[in-house]
């Protein structure tokens, strides 16, 4: 299986049934923020970030969207978290997957068995199987063997297309497209990329134009400001509605087939921020409804996806 480092050929991309149209996904990042609100909190039975979580499956709920939350060894073993999300994973309103950050250079086999030992600890916990696996780091590569055929997970989503994050210890991603494409040669594993898109101008020149500006990131502004060149990547909190709303534009009239949000729950509420996180949610809701943009699950790409 070719590494998800590396960037896949031409041929590998993903095509789905006629009737799938364009759909959106959500995927919520929670592990090492829950990490962080344990210990922000002298009572761990009851750490903040489960209240959030909660709150935001009820307003996914309302608007007829299954989130999948990607957890790491801490999330697994989480009782209280196993406790609120056990019934809408039961009931289909939600989907688990795993997230891991494997070492650069792991001893043969490590990461494999971290990865099946959280898949059965995920499965123990919640009663859900995991559907898909988000490995970041620059030790992503390590999973390449272990994640399909073991584990049954179908669908990854590591790259952040257009981004390069190797500066702080992660992966350079600006070579990966933005649609989903097959992992692999027999199409096992179908990897779902976190939407990034050029806006502006010059959105066209972006792939070779940004990485020039990358030295001088200060450009970076100057031409967004100029609505020029903007990288927009569908993640919150991070962007403003409406660069969200730009970014959805750009996906949708290039006719990616699915548009995968990524939603980091380390949100604090201080002077309002979780309404607004929740108004941000509930505009880009109604947006893609008016884009007629309908809500999917791994599961349901999985099954559009031909083989």
């Known amino acids: 299986m070719r590494s998800p480092i590396d960037p896949p ?45 909660a709150r935001f499956q009820r307003l996914c709920e309302a ?8 957890a790491d060894g ?14 809408p994973l039961a009931a289909g309103k939600a989907e688990i997957g795993i997230q891991l950050r494997p070492a650069l250079n792991p001893p043969a086999g490590r990461e494999r068995a971290e990865l099946l030992a959280l898949r059965t600890e995920i499965v123990r916990n919640f009663g859900s199987a995991p559907v898909i696996y988000r490995a970041v780091g620059r030790g992503a590569g390590a999973l390449a063997a272990a994640t399909p055929r073991d584990s049954g997970i179908g669908a990854g989503s590591p790259a952040l297309p257009h981004f390069d994050d190797t500066s702080s210890g992660g992966r350079d991603d600006r070579r990966h497209p933005i649609a989903p494409y097959w992992a692999d040669a027999t199409h096992s594993v179908l990897q779902l990329p976190l ?4 806006w502006g101008l010059l959105r066209r020149q972006g ?30 909190p991070g962007i403003s509605v409406e660069e969200a709303i730009r970014g959805i534009d750009i996906a949708l009239d290039d006719g990616l087939p699915l548009l995968v949000f990524a ?18 949610w509930t505009r880009v809701f109604a947006y ?20």
């Open 207 to 236: 792939e070779w134009l940004d990485p020039l500006l990358a030295p001088v990131p200060r450009l970076h502004g100057a031409l967004a400001r100029l609505g020029l060149l903007q990288r927009i990547a569908l993640t919150c």
């Open 263 to 280: 939603f980091d729950c380390s949100l604090r509420d201080a002077d309002g921020a979780l309404q607004r996180f929740h108004d941000w």
């Open 63 to 70: 608007e007829g969207v299954a989130p999948v939350y990607l």
């Open 195 to 198: 939407t990034s898109v050029f």
């Open 74 to 87: 801490t999330i697994a073993r989480s009782a209280e978290l196993a406790d609120m999300l056990r019934g």
């Open 9 to 53: 050929p031409r041929t590998a991309q993903a095509r789905f049934a006629a009737d799938f149209g364009q759909r959106f996904l959500i995927t919520v990042e929670i592990g090492e923020a829950f990490e962080r609100a344990q210990s922000r909190t002298h009572d761990t039975s009851e750490p903040i970030d489960v209240a959030r979580i």
């Open 288 to 307: 893609l409804e008016l884009r007629a943009v309908r809500p999917t699950t791994v599961r349901d790409v999985l099954r559009a996806a031909e083989r």
